[in-house]
């Protein structure tokens, strides 16, 4: 099934590369995302193609080095210029042999803990090519709910380590809000001893 919608995603988007990313220096990138209507009029449903089909082939080094793309764990509709509540994410997950996805539409985070947690080596990020040393601090676990775009349904996922903080990150993209905007500016490297370090 995943090869029968990697192949839809391949026949329906023009297909992005590195240079179609939307940096820091736009003013765009700042702009709060709206909510986008369900089921996904066929703009939105490009967009959300195209974003889907960026993560996956980055992650693929082939694909990475023939179409000039910087491998991501995620990106926002808002990071191609469209300010629109969609965002997609691929992560590797060593427990179940297959990597994570979760193509999120209108996504709301409706609980956190209170135990941060931080990457050991600072985040990232496809819209950023300045350096930004430093920590950035968030929730080790959150819960949130949206509408998933793979399987046409409303759900709610629980995440916690480097796919809460990755699902953190996009949802800052949603507000207007990068990565290096959350680190302490006065004490980059600065982390609570209770914070939990994610390698």
């Given at each position: 099934?995943?090869?029968?919608?990697?192949?839809?995603?391949?026949?329906?988007?023009?297909?992005?590369?590195?240079?179609?990313?939307?940096?820091?220096?736009?003013?765009?990138i700042r702009e709060i995302s709206v909510n986008v209507p369900f089921p996904l009029v066929k703009s939105?449903?490009?967009?959300?193609?195209?974003?889907?089909?960026?993560?996956?082939?980055?992650?693929?080094?082939?694909?990475?080095?023939?179409?000039?793309?910087?491998?991501?764990?995620?990106?926002?509709?808002?990071?191609?210029?469209?300010?629109?509540?969609?965002m997609f994410i691929r992560i590797e997950n060593e427990f179940i042999g297959t990597p994570e996805e979760?193509?999120?539409?209108?996504?709301?985070?409706?609980?956190?803990?209170?135990?941060?947690?931080?990457?050991?080596?600072?985040?990232?990020?496809?819209?950023?090519?300045?350096?930004?040393?430093?920590?950035?601090?968030?929730?080790?676990?959150?819960?949130?709910?949206?509408?998933?775009?793979?399987?046409?349904?409303?759900?709610?996922?629980?995440?916690?380590?480097?796919?809460?903080?990755?699902?953190?990150?996009?949802?800052?993209?949603?507000?207007?809000?990068?990565?290096?905007?959350?680190?302490n500016k006065l004490d980059p490297f600065k982390v609570d001893n209770k914070a939990i370090k994610i390698?």
């Amino acid at each position: 099934m995943a090869k029968e919608k990697d192949k839809k995603v391949k026949k329906l988007a023009k297909r992005l590369t590195y240079v179609d990313i939307i940096k820091d220096d736009v003013e765009l990138i700042r702009e709060i995302s709206v909510n986008v209507p369900f089921p996904l009029v066929k703009s939105d449903k490009e967009i959300m193609e195209q974003i889907i089909d960026y993560v996956r082939s980055s992650q693929d080094k082939t694909q990475a080095s023939s179409r000039n793309l910087r491998p991501a764990f995620g990106i926002s509709a808002v990071q191609i210029g469209k300010a629109r509540k969609m965002m997609f994410i691929r992560i590797e997950n060593e427990f179940i042999g297959t990597p994570e996805e979760f193509a999120l539409i209108n996504p709301e985070v409706i609980e956190t803990n209170s135990t941060k947690a931080y990457l050991a080596s600072g985040e990232g990020c496809l819209s950023v090519e300045g350096e930004h040393a430093g920590y950035v601090l968030r929730p080790y676990s959150i819960k949130l709910q949206a509408t998933d775009y793979l399987t046409s349904r409303d759900v709610e996922i629980e995440a916690k380590g480097l796919t809460a903080i990755v699902i953190q990150h996009e949802m800052d993209h949603l507000l207007g809000i990068l990565f290096y905007d959350r680190i302490n500016k006065l004490d980059p490297f600065k982390v609570d001893n209770k914070a939990i370090k994610i390698s």
